[in-house]
């Protein structure tokens, strides 16, 4: 096994939506890593599940919200959570709130290119239909959650 050093200066960065920059630090066979930091308001991820890998998050800084199944739990500085092939999630920052996570797969899952995806399609350089069509290539399978939908998203709410 090789070791895999990226620097914060030279790693790969991307915004997928508005408020949101995702940094892409490592994409192996056995473990992908990014850093996501979202502005108050920002969209986060929708509602999808992963068939081979399980997911991960640490908050590094602020509140994000994840759901898990059909609970969503709000997640503060330091906490951790994982969630296993299968299982529906979502996540974005609280109401009212900035988030920094770091995020992981394990085994990697070769996503790099679906994050580049996901900046081309903000850029107007691809479509949400190549997102979808894409589900199959990056284990990346959206689904619906009536909790998600009802979660808080502003402040105010």
């Known amino acids: 096994m090789t070791s895999n050093l990226t620097r914060a200066t030279t790693a790969e960065s991307i915004s997928d939506g508005p408020g949101s920059i ?7 066979p056995e473990l992908t ?3 996501a930091v979202f ?3 920002a969209a986060g991820a929708p509602v999808h599940f992963h068939t081979k890998a399980t997911e991960f998050f640490h908050v590094t800084e602020g509140r994000l919200d994840v759901l898990v199944g059909d609970e ?11 969630v296993p092939p299968g299982v529906k999630h979502a996540f974005a920052p609280a ?5 920094e996570v770091f995020v992981g797969f394990t085994p990697g899952m070769a996503r790099f290119d679906y994050y580049r995806l996901l900046g081309r399609v903000r850029e107007g350089e691809a479509t ?7 589900q199959p290539v990056y284990d990346n ?16 709410a």
């Open 22 to 28: 995702i940094k892409l630090l490592t994409d192996t």
């Open 33 to 35: 890593c990014n850093t």
């Open 39 to 41: 502005e108050v308001g």
């Open 72 to 82: 969503v739990h709000t997640l503060g500085k330091g906490d951790f959570l994982s």
């Open 95 to 99: 109401a009212g709130h900035t988030a």
């Open 128 to 134: 949400v239909q190549d997102i979808i069509d894409s």
């Open 141 to 156: 399978h959206y689904a619906e959650s009536e909790a998600w939908a009802g979660r808080p998203r502003s402040a105010e």
